[in-house]
């Protein structure tokens, strides 16, 4: 399961492009796409970009009603805890990609390295911020979705975590028209 | 999205025989089936019967780490907030099914009938508690799995929330081998 | 720190009361007084009663917005989590007293319950749905304010958790005009 | 409310001082302090700092066992809810004073800048990240605790949000030894 994380503002048109070719490459390998659910920004188009291109979507909610989700989620949790979902959002993602965003999108990336997840920066500006995780070996940069691609496929050696194998056995189960 | 809630701890044969085929018609039907994800009592058991027969399993976790969901559950949640989560169950289901259980379901059922979703009861004995929601046309009992869903197919116009139609895209989606 | 659970609608007046005057007696033993935080029901007619009389009223709102909380209120948190706080009300109190409610005080009861806090009904009716703990020493019936005080006193031996000498060292600190 | 939040770790010799004395200030003020409870880092020197000086102190922890908090704080909440208590510890302030910390410190300033609370920078260095919410208004500097009281004093106008008449009322009503 791999976190998307980003603004929900309406983004310029080459921040669209991004997320949803980094939706479109995650659904390619077979990986489950995991983020904010809501109708806009980077969510709406990476969840658009996984789903048109065979990807289960999965959108965890800050609002009590599911119905708010985007069109482009198949799984929609609501949480009903506003912001306290980014914790979730965190803690759900085998991996996060962080995609340019406000301080929402910061508050998941700090909320994943405390946690101990791995990030990948693709156009998130953080500065000198985390530069403690990223000499942990946490966080990385990306420079395009196909870089974060690669990124994910080396940190993340298949059979350590629950995650990849089970994305796999999703992809194997299910079959994409 | 169907909740299915009861209790964690080991089970009665003939509630783990329940469990398992309330998830066994869920998943016939095409529906998504969402409980507390851990590997134990009715969670294990209605996850078993939805994937052993072609459905999608949501599980959300009281825990920080998915690597304790089930091996039953397809898409894992991980809240880190403990029975906090039960909040987040309610929320996301549909529709619930509740089976027997003890303190942890009956939050569950509140919650649900709180935040005005329909809850039908299936072996799940609350004696008079939920009586008011009863005569608002949230609560019903069901004897068997298979009355269960008749219930919900009765109570779930198609199309009236974003629930049904999702799941009826998921599953046209998909080709369930 | 008792926390105090119950109906957030309009209150026939003898339930009013009772709130009132079981906040007052809880100020009067110099406890801190917990709940749902909103100017409604039981929890503005009890933090009404506990103020009144000298006593300190915390209040976990469910909203994001501490500005809602009932003028009774001396610690306001404001959650952003909805119903969802209703697990931080049964974690936070020593001990739980539950007047008449509806689903909402039910899932406080039953979250009490499962994280094995204490609770009392005074007027609230659960049926037997709670006889299961009944059985193993955490719920208790009293039939007046008076009596849930000393329920109270009995069961939360001084200095075996840190929530009474908690209470006392805070009413030793403050001298209460 | 004033929030104070920072890391949780061992602290250098003069952070401590630092959390101690900005704890002391706000006692001094006749505000309540509030953190995230646990007997470490900032958490406890301020703590300590605001107690040794007549104030009242709040914890919101991320466990679920109140006993688990600083004997400095005299209002436990217990969460249950991991690092998801971060929102709530940004919600529930009127205002946010920042000393160093790490990736929890950080998404404590996202989440309370992303809700509109005003955050003081006392030692934390958070780079250009927040920038935005520098031009905003939102955010500022301060190089002593002193400042930071003063910084507090300018931006909240008394009776402009329930927070300090609150404090005010709360101050007024106990006498401090």
Avoid: C
């Amino acid at each position: 399961m791999v976190g998307v994380m980003g603004g929900g503002e309406e983004l310029a048109p080459e921040i669209y492009r991004l997320a949803y070719h980094l939706g479109e490459l995650i659904a390619k390998e077979g990986w489950v796409l995991l983020n904010g659910g809501r109708p806009a920004g980077v969510m709406e188009a990476s969840a658009k970009g996984a789903r048109e291109n065979g990807g289960l979507t999965v959108g965890v909610l800050p609002g009590k009603d599911g119905g708010a989700a985007s069109d482009y989620i198949d799984v929609v949790i609501a949480t009903g805890m506003g912001d306290g979902r980014n914790y979730i959002n965190a803690l759900s993602s085998d991996i996060v990609v962080a995609l340019p965003g406000k301080a929402g999108t910061v508050s998941e990336i700090a909320l994943a390295l405390k946690n101990r997840k791995k990030v990948i920066l693709l156009g998130a500006d953080v500065g000198t911020t985390f530069d403690f995780y990223r000499d942990e070996g946490l966080l990385a940069n990306a420079s395009t979705p196909e870089e974060a691609i690669q990124i994910i496929k080396r940190l993340h050696v298949p059979g350590k975590t629950h995650a990849t194998p089970g994305s796999k056995k999703l992809y194997g189960k299910y079959i994409i028209k």
